[in-house]
């Protein structure tokens, strides 16, 4: 069992650095390439750092354990708004009525039901997944053209500055180097993370479903923690939010879409009774933030972790 949790853990770093790695080399890549920034933002960088998530889905079902591909990503969507954005909170407040989210907010809510609804006309097959990365699509489309018109007055230096893990100045070799870690690392951060994880499940009699909700979605979140807790400290409360919603709508759409690709994922009855409104009520949580523009203060930051651990032994239990 000890070397199960080792896999566990091993996986889950493997992934994480492996991710960053990819990102890193492909962003550089593409704007060598004369890729414009704008498009290496909406969809390298997204790819990117949804990649640990889409391999563990891909490897989850190849592996014949659907319940850990379905509830790393219900799971981790909870996890991204009671637990990503709980704990900034508790340390330092976020002014989220300084920023306006409020249409990304309704994509999300629009992508979490039309997810629900094709969760229970399931399995979820190729037919369900072509909708759900057409609907992305959508998305992608109406923030290019939203981002477009955000930065016309930006030069070119300005604009590759935002974009993640961008380096003008990275050498050829680099670049590659970034690039080999990320393709190698995670297919083998994958695949010690599922045969762990599974492991574990059948050790403590507990369902693959479970672990994906809880031990997986918590590790695969790390990062969206990691980046929303700086982006709190430094008072930039539309980058925290916009982080939460952004990962959210790319779990729901663009992982489980490319998923079903590779075989029907089957809908145990834990999800549709339970798991998926839990999902959604948290999203509903976030109204008074985005929509009345209220700050999220230390005693909410409480609230959100109470009602994290809450699940998690309803969950577990």
Same mark, same amino acid.
């Given at each position: 069992m000890m070397m199960d949790w080792v896999y566990t853990g091993l996986g889950l770093v493997i992934l994480v650095l492996a991710g960053d790695a990819l990102v890193k080399g492909a962003v550089n890549l593409a704007l060598r390439l004369g890729i414009p920034? +704008?498009?290496v933002s909406l969809t390298i960088v997204a790819f990117g750092t949804s990649a640990p998530e889409l391999l563990i889905g891909i490897q989850a079902v190849l592996d014949d354990a659907p319940g850990i591909a379905l509830g790393n990503v219900v799971g981790s969507n909870t996890a991204n708004i009671l637990l990503v954005m709980g704990i900034p909170a508790l340390m330092a407040p976020i002014m989220t009525g300084a920023c306006d989210t409020r249409k990304s907010y309704y994509g999300m809510l629009a992508g979490s039901c039309l997810f629900i609804a094709i969760c229970f006309l399931g399995p979820i097959t190729w037919m369900h997944g072509v909708v @759900? @990365? *057409? $609907?992305l699509v959508a998305v992608l489309w109406d923030q290019a053209r939203d981002a477009r018109a955000h930065r016309k007055a930006m030069t070119a230096e300005e604009e590759i500055e935002e974009v993640e893990g961008a380096d003008p100045s990275m050498p050829g070799w680099k670049i590659g180097l970034w690039l080999v870690l990320g393709l190698v690392g995670l297919p083998i951060g994958a695949d010690l993370l599922i045969e762990g994880a599974v492991n574990i499940a059948r050790d403590f009699g507990i369902s693959?479903?479970?672990?994906g909700l809880t031990l997986v979605a918590v590790g695969t979140s790390l990062p969206e923690l990691a980046t929303t807790v700086v982006?709190?400290?430094?008072?930039?409360?539309?980058? *925290? @939010?916009?982080?939460?919603?952004? %990962?959210?709508?790319?779990n729901l759409l663009g992982i489980i879409g490319v998923t079903s690709l590779v075989k029907p994922i089957p809908v145990d009855t834990q999800f549709l009774t339970t798991d998926l409104w839990v999902m959604?009520?948290? %999203?509903? @949580? =976030?109204? #008074?933030?985005?929509? =009345?523009?209220?700050? =999220?203060?230390? #005693?909410?930051? $409480? +609230? +959100? +972790? $109470?009602? /994290?651990?809450? /699940?998690?032994?309803?969950?577990?239990?």
């Open positions: 920034a +704008l498009i @759900l @990365l *057409a $609907a693959e479903t479970a672990i982006a709190a400290l430094r008072r930039h409360a539309e980058v *925290a @939010l916009g982080n939460v919603i952004g %990962s959210n709508v790319f959604l009520g948290a %999203s509903v @949580l =976030m109204a #008074p933030f985005v929509l =009345m523009g209220k700050n =999220m203060t230390r #005693p909410v930051g $409480a +609230l +959100l +972790l $109470a009602l /994290y651990a809450g /699940y998690l032994v309803v969950v577990l239990g």
